[in-house]
């Protein structure tokens, strides 16, 4: 009798619990890069784990898991000499590709070998001033992999913002791609000055590992868009993991409002969102944008975390209607990503261009 290999086809389900987690293997925003500067660690809480980030004096990023594997001491309370990074307990020191070099306390007299011991290392890039780390454990394929944002302008200014949210991953994202929302959580008189729904028709289009929404000279009438003059392009893309662009085109004028949702553990997101613009002028509304930007997305924190306790209670949701079809395109979106790891195939966008239509 010949024994059956096991069987894996795009049949077969996925764990349930991966699919309410976010995605192991991806990029996810780990605070600003100007946060490593001068030979400064961060500690991040990313995805389950702890991780140290850093600069070298060679100027090359590290990341590296937070955790000491003599007693498990967090070595970004320790020292960072440009080189080697000194645990605080008993004074190991670990090289930034995670190798023991020292163990200070050991005798000449004591073979013990210590070379083999090593923190656990995660990839670290930079790009749009913020740095990205892919928590992934296992081996290190990173072609599939969605790519971290980028900025396509020279900015004259930016204004970062970070909130952290006690809701899932998932339901945090899912605030970035809803427009339902809008009118009813950030209905403040500078974003959103007229309290009638109107009928909304916008075309979406695929792009890799995401969808993009374009829109020709908007209707809207919010002051942020006047600001900036004449009837400006925009273009709003989400990609996986969680991650929002949206870019404002007005002539030679550029506008680039970014949101990341990075997860720190179960039930706790970090929400960043960074404003980029082309005109120095606008450099002078910069204390004025900060407060309106944060009550922008305290707005969103405050009712995704009241939700979050209702979905706690019980977790099912009832996604309707053609302005939730983008929140039903990303767990699709999701799926696909985890089948295609599952099955050591490309990503292949499951979604087709569409228009729809909702009043908001
Ligand atoms: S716990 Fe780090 S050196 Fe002992
Ligand atoms: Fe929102």
Redesign the pocket.
């Known amino acids: 009798m010949s024994s059956a290999a096991p069987r894996v086809s795009a049949d077969d389900a996925l764990d349930p619990r991966a699919m309410r987690e976010p995605l192991p293997n991806a990029w996810y925003c780990a605070g600003q890069a100007a946060a490593v500067a001068g030979g400064k660690m961060r500690s991040v809480a990313l995805n389950g784990e702890q991780v140290v980030l850093g600069r070298g004096k060679d100027g090359a990023l590290f990341a590296l898991r937070d955790r ?6 967090a ?1 970004s309370k ?1 020292k960072f000499d440009g080189d080697t990074l000194m ?6 020191r670990f090289g930034t590709d995670g190798r023991c070099r020292d ?1 200070p306390t050991l005798s000449e007299h004591d073979a013990s070998d210590f070379s083999r011991i090593a923190v656990q290392r995660f990839p670290i890039v930079e790009s749009a001033g913020f740095l990205w780390v892919n928590p992934h454990l296992g081996p290190a394929d990173l072609g599939a992999v969605p790519a971290v944002p980028a900025l396509d302008f020279e900015p004259a200014g930016c204004l970062v913002l970070e909130l952290e949210v006690e809701a899932s991953f998932d339901l945090t994202t899912l605030s970035l791609v809803d427009p339902g929302h809008v009118a009813f959580v950030h209905d403040t008189w500078w974003f959103r000055p007229s309290k009638e729904l109107r009928e909304k028709v916008k075309t979406f289009q695929p792009v890799p590992h995401g969808f993009v929404m374009t829109s020709h000279a908007t209707t809207t009438s919010s002051p942020i868009y006047r600001l900036l003059g004449g009837a400006p392009e925009v273009e709003i893309e989400f990609r996986l993991p969680g991650v929002r662009l949206e870019r404002i085109k007005a002539g030679t004028k550029r506008v680039a409002n970014y949101t990341f949702a990075t997860p720190m553990g179960p039930n706790r997101t970090m929400l960043t969102n960074a404003l980029y613009w082309s005109l120095p002028a606008l450099n002078l509304l910069k204390p004025i944008a900060r407060p309106l930007m944060r009550q922008f997305l305290t707005q969103d924190q405050q009712v995704l975390q009241h939700a979050q306790a209702g979905l706690d209670r019980k977790p099912t949701m009832v996604l309707l209607g053609q302005g939730d079809l983008p929140s039903q395109w990303y767990f699709r979106l999701k799926r696909e990503a985890l089948e295609a790891a599952r099955d050591g195939r490309p990503f292949t966008n499951p979604l087709a261009p569409q228009e729809l239509r909702w009043r908001s």
């Open positions: 000491c594997p003599h007693r498990g001491m070595l320790g645990c605080p307990f008993h004074g190991w163990v």
